[in-house]
């Protein structure tokens, strides 16, 4: 990596921030201060100290020949070393039973499933559970309310009956108080394996998994591991010895919670002896440290459970287990138009959504099949999840969403689009006979430009991953298409003298989306 070779030639020289300017006239790196540099005439082109900087300039041979190796073996190689030994374990997507599929779901969903593809790409292992929400008080609510109202029989129910069966409790229990008792009464039975009990639950499970996997297959996720918090009702039990033994189980009013210094306590056991979310989380951290020994544990939840997430992660310290704790804590979604807007956002109906996506892809891509349609508006949807930080809340705006112009996955296909059909067009480019690169000249600042691009990749794949931010990816992906379509709408390629290297700068930014793409799980498509 040309950074790395950097930080030898600097040595102590180097910072951790060492910049690209985004002026392409202050070179390729830019440091702070003016530095001491070892010279390398084959690394650096130029050093230009100006305004209190050093900028650097890469030898063009040089990027040439890293812009050669991206996708190769060797280049592989290299990237893997990064996470050579170490292990992660990631939890994402976890939906709740009897609830429809909702849109924080979904970008639990895209953004934990990009950033395993980041990790396993840079050689960790990677393990992903998607824990399930498949226990607690609110099975004992869907119960009273299938046996109360239900008006068919639970294995003919849809998940939206299971839903609506689940708010009209809520509506009921608002008039009649002693509803709640019930529900209550019916989780105890549950978690003490009632016959009747747990066969309903056990529908439920079946009828919810079957919709979950649907939508998994239509978004071409396949998670790990699906272990699903009913999997630890049996490993409780230990983690309440285990927090005994340490002393940090405190009665409060019936119920047993641990305390912090900076965090309002979390509920262990409720007062009525039923278990917490927060114990079964707990029992999972335990799990997974004796099964998997993880370096890092990432949770990718919503930021409303910021806290919940922050007392696992001192919980678990207090109970030593030490591994690198991360959650995502991603933002909202808000919608700019139509019947969404004015809803909250957690029971928007997946489905609806991705209809939407399809009929606007086929607006944008006609004469496509139904297969391509689906990778544009499935790309489409998932862009919009990957594009930005994380954390920051998400403006859903179908314009935006489906721009072939701007900061949107079609955009990225399209361009991908567009270099294959370059390529296709030449009739001297030929993938596997080795282009004499270096003889290549680049004298046109659009061409430059992208070859100043291609070896950041790399780069940018290891920081999305230091800052689990798919976005660093997504981002960078569009620089590099908005750079190529620039060359592109600028000189011809096909018969021109400069088609040979105009043809490797095609091929190299074909190849860097497509793998881009692939780390971000979106489908490349040929045509467009
Ligand atoms: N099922 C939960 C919800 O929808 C998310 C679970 C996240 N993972 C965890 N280990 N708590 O709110």
């Known amino acids: 990596m040309i950074k790395d070779e950097l930080k030898k030639l600097l040595g102590d020289n180097f910072e951790e921030k060492i910049d690209h300017p985004t002026v392409e006239k202050f070179g390729d790196f830019a440091i702070r201060g003016e530095v001491k540099i070892r010279e390398n005439k084959d690394l650096i082109e130029k050093i230009e100290k100006i305004a209190g900087f050093t900028n650097i300039f890469i030898n063009k041979n040089k990027l040439i020949n890293e812009a050669e190796k991206i996708g190769g073996g060797e280049w592989q190689k290299e990237i893997e070393n990064v996470g050579k030994g170490k292990t992660m374990v990631i939890d994402y997507s976890a939906p709740n039973i009897a609830k429809t599929f909702g849109i924080g779901h979904l970008r639990s969903t895209n953004i934990g499933q990009a950033i395993y593809n980041i990790y396993q790409f840079l050689g960790w292992k990677c393990l992903g559970d998607n824990h399930l929400g498949d226990w607690g008080t609110q099975f004992g609510k869907l119960i009273v309310a299938i046996k109360k109202w239900g008006s068919k029989s639970v294995e003919e129910m849809s998940i939206e ?101 900076r965090m309002p306590p979390a509920m262990v056991i409720k007062s009525n002896g039923t278990t917490t979310y927060f114990l079964r989380d707990m029992a999972t951290v335990k799990y997974r440290m004796e099964t998997w020994n993880p370096d890092l544990i990432i949770y990718e939840i919503g930021a409303d459970q910021e806290l919940h997430c922050r007392q696992i992660f001192e919980t678990s310290k207090m109970l030593g287990w030490t591994p690198q704790f991360y959650n995502v804590a991603h933002g909202m979604i808000r919608w700019t138009e139509g019947k969404f807007s004015t809803r909250k956002g957690q029971t928007i109906h997946l489905s609806e959504v991705i209809e939407r996506a399809m009929s606007e892809a086929r607006k944008i891509a006609p004469n496509n099949d139904e297969g391509k349609i689906k990778a544009v508006a499935i790309g489409a949807i998932k862009f919009n999840d990957l594009k930005q930080d994380p954390k920051k809340d998400i403006i859903f705006d179908w314009k935006k969403v489906m721009s072939m112009e701007g900061n949107s996955g079609p955009y990225l296909q399209y361009t991908y689009a567009r270099c294959l059909s370059v390529l296709n067009k030449s009739s001297i480019f030929n993938l596997q006979s080795s282009i004499k690169n270096t003889e290549f000249n680049y004298s046109e600042d659009e061409e430059m430009a992208l070859l100043r691009e291609f070896y950041k990749f790399e780069e940018k794949i290891i920081e999305a991953a230091e800052r689990f931010s798919p976005a660093v990816v997504a981002e960078y992906l569009i620089g590099l298409a908005r750079k190529y379509n620039e060359f592109y709408a600028k000189f011809r390629i096909i018969g021109e003298n400069e088609e040979e290297q105009r043809l490797f700068l095609t091929e190299r930014t074909a190849k860097i989306l497509k793998i881009g793409l692939d780390l971000l799980g979106i489908k490349t498509v040929e045509k467009m």
């Open 161 to 261: 009956d299971l839903e609506n069966l689940y708010v009209k409790f809520h509506e009921e229990a608002e008039k009649e108080t002693t509803l709640e008792d019930e529900a209550r009464e019916w989780f105890s039975k549950l978690e003490e394996k009632d016959k009747e009990a747990t066969e309903i639950w056990q529908k439920c499970i079946d009828i919810s998994l079957n919709e979950f996997d649907r939508i998994y297959e239509l978004l071409g996720v396949k998670i790990d591991y699906a272990y699903g918090e009913s999997f630890y009702l049996d490993k409780m039990p230990a983690v309440i010895k285990l927090m005994e033994d340490k002393g940090i189980l405190k009665e409060s009013e019936g119920a047993k919670i641990v305390e912090f210094k």
